[in-house]
């Protein structure tokens, strides 16, 4: 087993995740099959972030 197979099924939590590499990393936690919970302030410009199934947003 290598560790991108690891990732699938796991829940992971990014701060920043509106930010340049947040949303990157965003995207590719969720590609590998992760449960991404994100949190950004309420102010954050959401456009570049990944709104799928497996992204639930938190706010702060």
Do not use: P
């Amino acid at each position: 087993m290598n560790a991108v197979s690891s990732l699938e099924n796991t829940t992971a939590v990014v701060t920043g995740a509106s930010g340049f590499i947040g949303s990157h990393l965003v995207d590719y936690l969720v590609g590998q099959g992760c449960i991404v919970h994100a949190l950004i302030r309420k102010t954050s410009d959401r456009r570049w972030l990944n709104e799928s199934d497996q992204v639930k947003i938190h706010f702060a």
